[in-house]
């Protein structure tokens, strides 16, 4: 008998998803460090996730940010990280785009802080996976309220208060690679198509008040929220798309500023989109678990 004794290897750490403020803050862009100095962004869905990473580089690049949602507790966090990183003051407001009254309200805050206000950026969001047959009615309208209205609402007070003061405006509105569907989400594919062409043709509506609308649709792009999955899951979404692996934050923020800069200037109506390929390849995400009907592997 083996009387050995055999040393236990302690249990590895879950992987974070995510990027940490330190990393937001001295990740290496292509963008040189003062090209927003002077530019004024609103950002919502600030408090994490992408909406963070975009307002991280925002800041970085000399822009004047307010982001808002609703827990003031997560805008507070990423204000106070760039303050303490980046020496930058970021505007926070608290608050719900799915009521237009407050949506308004936050608006003229911001163009009473800052004078004016130059881009737009919708990010704010949200879904569950289910199957779209057990919806009930006040999930699939909680949904579209935010995903759908909510982005209306803040595209229509700016476009507002941008044609009432004879400013010109850009709006970037982040969805969803929609092109093949969205199983187990179909209330937010639903509302990401809804906004994508909506954009589209308010771009043409808004072209004589100055104001662009574009989208940028994220794939699958590594963030916090993937923290909520069992070990192993996030791992096979990284392999639905040709180059196998995650997107980061800052691939999406890249895209914002490219859209949302003179760099853009020329571009409206249009969807960037960041997804490693997917559109092009790839396996389709089941962020519920894949169905045994489609276990073809």
């Known amino acids: 008998m083996d009387h050995s004794v055999k040393r236990l290897q302690p249990a590895a750490e879950p992987r974070q998803w995510g990027m940490s403020d330190q990393e937001l803050a001295t990740r290496p862009t292509v963008f040189r460090p003062d090209l927003m100095a002077g530019k004024v962004f609103v950002v919502s869905g600030g408090g994490s996730g992408i909406g963070r990473g975009i307002t991280y580089l925002l ?30 003051e970021v505007g926070t407001h608290a608050m719900t785009i799915r009521d237009p009254e407050q949506v308004e309200a936050m608006m ?74 969205m199983p187990q989400v179909a209330h937010t594919c639903a509302a990401r198509a809804g906004v994508i062409y909506l954009s589209k043709t308010v771009a043409t509506e808004w072209a004589p008040l100055g104001i662009r609308v574009n989208c940028v649709a994220p794939g699958a792009i590594a963030t916090e929220g993937l923290n909520v999955y069992p070990d192993g899951v996030p791992e096979r979404f990284a392999l639905t798309n040709p180059m196998k692996r995650f997107g980061d934050v800052l691939d999406v923020a890249e895209a914002v500023v490219y859209v949302g800069a003179d760099s853009g200037k020329f571009v409206t109506g249009e969807v960037l989109v960041v997804d490693g390929g997917h559109s092009a390849w790839g396996d389709t995400e089941w962020p519920g678990g894949r169905p045994d009907y489609f276990d073809v592997g």
Not at 152 to 167: C, I, T
């Open 59 to 88: 800041a970085r690049l000399g822009a004047d940010v307010m982001i808002c949602g609703r827990r003031a507790e997560k805008l507070e966090e990423t204000a106070s990280g760039i303050r303490r990183l980046l020496g930058r």
């Open 108 to 181: 003229a805050v911001a163009f009473e802080r800052y004078g004016r206000l130059d881009a737009l950026v919708n990010n704010s969001g949200g879904q569950f996976p289910q199957a779209a047959i057990d919806f009930s009615v006040k999930g699939w309208n909680a949904v579209i309220d935010t995903n759908l209205n909510g982005t209306w609402y803040m595209m229509q007070a700016a476009a507002r208060q941008w044609r009432d003061r004879g400013q010109s405006g850009n709006i970037v509105n982040i969805v969803a690679t929609i092109a093949r569907g």
